[in-house]
């Protein structure tokens, strides 16, 4: 039972990423034509892999919103690619849409263990 409520921790913060992931890229979006303004991204994914492999406890790893490191710096200043933008929207929201139904998934699971249905 403590896995099955550990994957649904895991599965929530990977639900808050996305969420949070989702907000960074429209206002990449929105800046697009904004001088000297640099992408943001969200830092999650390789956080929970260094916890994992270390052994702590994923469901502390929370995502955050930093200055993206990378992306070619444009004559303005402005390093948003309109093209990576919308490719990562479109992966992002795979990604939402696939933690939401195993999460669920394994909440119906769990309420038909708890019911004994």
Known sequence: MVGSSLGIDVLARVLDAAS????????NVANVNTPNYHR?????????????KAG?????????????ADGT?????????????????SDNGLLYSAAAQI???????????ITGR
Do not use: C, W, Y
């Not at 949070?20 to 206002?27: D, E």
């Not at 969200?42 to 956080?47: P, S």
């Not at 702590?56 to 993206?68: H, I, L, Q, S």
């Open 40 to 52: 943001l991204t969200v830092n999650f994914e390789d956080d929970l892999t260094h916890v994992l």
């Open 56 to 68: 702590g406890d994923p469901g502390a790893v929370k995502p955050r919103t930093v200055e993206a």
């Open 103 to 113: 999460m669920a998934s394994r909440i119906a699971t769990l309420r038909s263990a």
């Open 20 to 27: 949070l992931r989702h907000r960074a890229i429209a206002q």
């Open 73 to 89: 710096e444009r004559a303005d200043g402005n390093t948003v690619d309109i093209d990576q933008e919308m490719g990562q929207l």
